[in-house]
C-alpha cells in the first residue's frame, strides 16, 4: 500500500501540473468518487492551483469562478497517479479509474489494480478525522508518548492508526520498530520513557529515507516503484542485518508483521 513516502513523492511529481485548466473529467469507475458529485461539473474549466498531502492522502486544490475546492485521492492499496503527456492512456486503461485533461495535452490519470482507492471533493483543506503528520514538526517524543502510552493496545497496531499519526502503514511501522529495537506485540503501556524517543527518532529516519529513495521498492511492473529496499519487512526467514537472528512473521491487527525476535525487546 502506498504510504506517506510514496505519496509524498507522488505530491511532488504532480506538482508539475500547477497551472493547468481542466478541459475534461471522466469517471470509469462511479464507485471510485465516494461523495462530492456535485462538483464534478464544476472541475471542467477550474484551474490548478496546487497539490499538498495530509497524512495518505493527496489533495487536488482546484478553483473555478471564486470558488475553491478540493479534489482528494486515496491510493489505497494499489492505486497511482500517472501524468500522461500525449493522447495515450492505452498503457493503463485496464486499471483507469479516474481521468483528468489539461489545456496543455497533459492527463492525470489515476488508476487502480485492487480498486480500494478512493476520491472525493470537498470545500475543506483538511481532514479531521487524521490524526498529527508524523513528519510535522509540531511532533516531538513526548507528543508520540501522549498519543500512546494510555492505550492497552500493540503498538504496531498504535503505529496504524491513522486518527493518531496519519500516514504510517504496514511497511514503514515494521521498519521504524525494527530501527527502534522495539518489538511491535508490546503494548503503549508498556513502552519505556526513552523508548519513544527511540521511536521518533525511527519514524523520522525511516520515512525521510524513504522520500528520498523515491518510496519503497515493489518489485511491480505496473504500480511505479522507488529504491528503498525494505531493512525488516517482508524478510521473513532472512537473518536480521543487525543481530543475524531470523526475521519473524506474525499477525497483528490482521496485518502480517515482520521483527527480530532477538533484538527487538
Ligand atoms: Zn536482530
Avoid at 505530491?11 to 478541459?23: E, Q, R, S, T, Y
Avoid at 500522461?84 to 481521468?99: N, P, Q
Avoid at 513502552?191 to 529516519?205: G, H, P, Q
Wanted: hydrophobic letters at 40%; charged letters at 30%; aromatic letters at 10%.
Amino acid at each position: 500500500m502506498p504510504e506517506l513516502p510514496e505519496v509524498e513523492n507522488t505530491v511532488k511529481k504532480l506538482k508539475a501540473l500547477n497551472g493547468c485548466l481542466v478541459k475534461g473529467v471522466f469517471l470509469f469507475d462511479p464507485l471510485v468518487l465516494k461523495s462530492g458529485k456535485s462538483y464534478l461539473l464544476k472541475i471542467k474549466g477550474s484551474k490548478i492551483k496546487g497539490f499538498f498531502r495530509q497524512g495518505k492522502y493527496i489533495f487536488c486544490n482546484l478553483s473555478k469562478e471564486r470558488c475553491n475546492f478540493y479534489l482528494v485521492i486515496h491510493l489505497g492499496m494499489s492505486g497511482f497517479l500517472a501524468i500522461k503527456e500525449k493522447d495515450d492512456v492505452s498503457d493503463v486503461a485496464e486499471y483507469l479509474r479516474f481521468l483528468l485533461v489539461f489545456n496543455k495535452g497533459f492527463f492525470l490519470a489515476f488508476c487502480d489494480i485492487r480498486k480500494f482507492g478512493k476520491v472525493f471533493i470537498t470545500k475543506k483543506p483538511l481532514l479531521t478525522s487524521l490524526g498529527e503528520d508524523p513528519l510535522s514538526p509540531n511532533l516531538t517524543p513526548a507528543k508520540i508518548a501522549y498519543l500512546f502510552k494510555e492505550k492497552k493496545q500493540k503498538i504496531k497496531s498504535l503505529l496504524l492508526r491513522q486518527d493518531l499519526l496519519s500516514g504510517i502503514g504496514n511497511i514503514y511501522a515494521d521498519e521504524a520498530l525494527w530501527l527502534a529495537g522495539i518489538k511491535p506485540t508490546r503494548l503503549g503501556t508498556n513502552i519505556k520513557e526513552d523508548e519513544w524517543t527511540k521511536l521518533y527518532k525511527a519514524i523520522k529516519k525511516v520515512l525521510q529515507t524513504a522520500i528520498k529513495a523515491g518510496g519503497t521498492d515493489l518489485g511491480d511492473e505496473v504500480v511505479p516503484s522507488g529504491r528503498y529496499t525494505p531493512l525488516v519487512y517482508g524478510r521473513e526467514g532472512f537473518p536480521c542485518s543487525r543481530c543475524r537472528a531470523k526475521i519473524v512473521r506474525e499477525k497483528i491487527a490482521s496485518r502480517s508483521s515482520y521483527f527480530c525476535s532477538r533484538c527487538q525487546k
